[in-house]
């Protein structure tokens, strides 16, 4: 199984400031036929399903706010929130469908300091 | 829009069977998608337990593929989940979810508890 660890396990942002949190496998999810890497990022708010914020590690999903921005390749990437809101209080999971078992990370919580 | 919907109950006695149930609605279940299951438990996290193409094609999580049996029901618009031989350890709230671009829709879970 491909491993999935973020760091860190939690995040303390000032309104408006940037959030980053990592996500590392342990081996590369980058696709030799399509140059694309298989990594995910889900947003979950207390006592909600997780919501998809990324795929193909930099694609916003559809009606996501530009401030949440995905980056890196291989086996290192990150989720970016360029400027926290309130509503951005969550925990953040990244995920890689590359090869099954899709495995998830850990999490980062992101709270307001 | 596309919606899912689990249902089942929410306690299950040890050694016993969950069954659960993921109405789709708002797409067909023929399209080119995964129809999938994740757990979640404080414990263990997000855990993917296995998928199914509408073809009846599934893929199951190694770790739990011995108790696993995951079927589909196109006319019903519908897939279940069947785990056997439950312990406390499968007690968590179980999501149905579309595979499509990544875990694109989810439904709002379904708690269960493995308890006598």
């Known amino acids: 199984d491909i491993v999935m660890t973020q760091s860190p396990d939690s995040l303390t942002v000032s309104l408006g400031e940037r959030a980053t949190i990592n996500c590392r496998t342990n081996q590369s999810v980058l696709s030799d036929s399509n140059y694309q890497n298989y990594i995910a990022w889900y947003q979950q708010k207390p006592l909600q399903s997780p919501k998809l914020l990324i795929y193909?590690?930099?694609t916003r999903e559809s009606g996501v706010p530009d401030r949440f921005s995905g980056s890196g390749s291989g086996t290192d990437f990150t989720l970016t929130i360029l400027s926290l809101q309130a509503e951005d209080v969550a925990i953040y999971y990244c995920q890689q469908y590359f090869s099954s078992p899709w495995t998830f990370g850990q999490g980062t919580k992101v709270e307001i300091k | 829009q596309v919606r899912l919907q689990e249902s089942g109950p929410g306690l299950v006695k040890p050694s016993g069977t969950l069954s659960l149930t993921c109405v789709v609605s708002g797409v067909s279940m023929s399209s080119s998608n995964w129809w999938s299951w994740v757990r979640q438990s404080p414990g263990k996290g997000l855990e993917w337990i296995g998928e199914i193409f509408h073809s009846g094609v599934t893929k199951y999580n190694p770790s739990l593929k011995s108790r696993v049996t995951i079927s589909v029901e196109k006319s019903k618009s519908q897939y279940s989940l069947h785990l056997r031989s439950v312990t406390a350890a499968d007690s968590a709230v179980y999501y149905c979810?579309?595979?499509?671009?990544?875990?694109?829709?989810w439904g709002i879970g379904n708690a269960v508890t493995v308890s006598s």
């Open positions: 193909w590690a930099s």
């Open positions: 979810a579309r595979r499509g671009k990544a875990l694109d829709v």
